[in-house]
């Protein structure tokens, strides 16, 4: 009895039941990123925590865009849910990136139920560019860089996967921190497919106020295309 108890109490509200990540690189380095994501409430006091999702943007390397949203019953059938997606300044203090936040609202789900959230992003994690009509390929023209983090998220995740698509002709180095993480590599149509992931995946702990630990705690996947790390590290000086 005491056991399931305290099982109770560590279970989570929300759980993220699988979460997979799939990265298209061009020869360019340029990038199109399809994320899918499925929420399942457990309790209903939590129900207006999966009716707003927040995801952040830079105008100048990135966009994202809505593909659908469903809501998930308890057996498994997806509805096409109506959302409202908001786009406002991201808050900033002393430095003003000129960030942008998209706000996705949608009607609450019930408990046992689940919302499923697939998002296209086009572009790169973070550039400073001159040009307009380049501005979704990397500043190292025809290189890919990519860091995935296990345990960013708020809730607990059943599953996390990341699959890349990168043009044969392209080298990657990979360097796994925090592991393990279960992965494969397959051919397939003039490219080389990777896949990296892992199960029952905590969120890492966040003290309020505290130190941000994210980057240095959770397990992380680096890789690049550069010949070596040392000119990827004089590239971002």
Partial sequence: MTHLLLMAVLASPIEVQSHTVETYVKPSGAVRIVDTRLYRL???AAARKLTTFTFHVDPQSNDIKILHVNRVTRNGRKVPLKYHVSEIPQPASWILWGFRDLVLTIPPVS???GVEIAFQKVGFQL?????????FVPPMRGHFYDI????????????KRYILHLPADKKLSVRVYNGP??????HAGGEVIYEWWKKDVKPVPREKNGVYTLWTDATKVLMATVPDWKAKSRWFY
Avoid at 127 to 135: E, K, P, V
Avoid at 148 to 159: I, N
Avoid at 181 to 186: D, E, G, L, Q
Wanted: hydrophobic residues 35%; negative net charge; proline residues 3%.
């Fill in 42 to 44: 457990h309790e209903e």
């Fill in 111 to 113: 408990v046992g139920e």
């Fill in 127 to 135: 550039a400073y560019l001159g040009d307009d009509a380049d501005r």
């Fill in 148 to 159: 995935v983090l296990f345990g960013d998220l708020r809730y607990p995740e059943k599953e």
């Fill in 181 to 186: 993480v279960m992965s494969s590599i397959r």
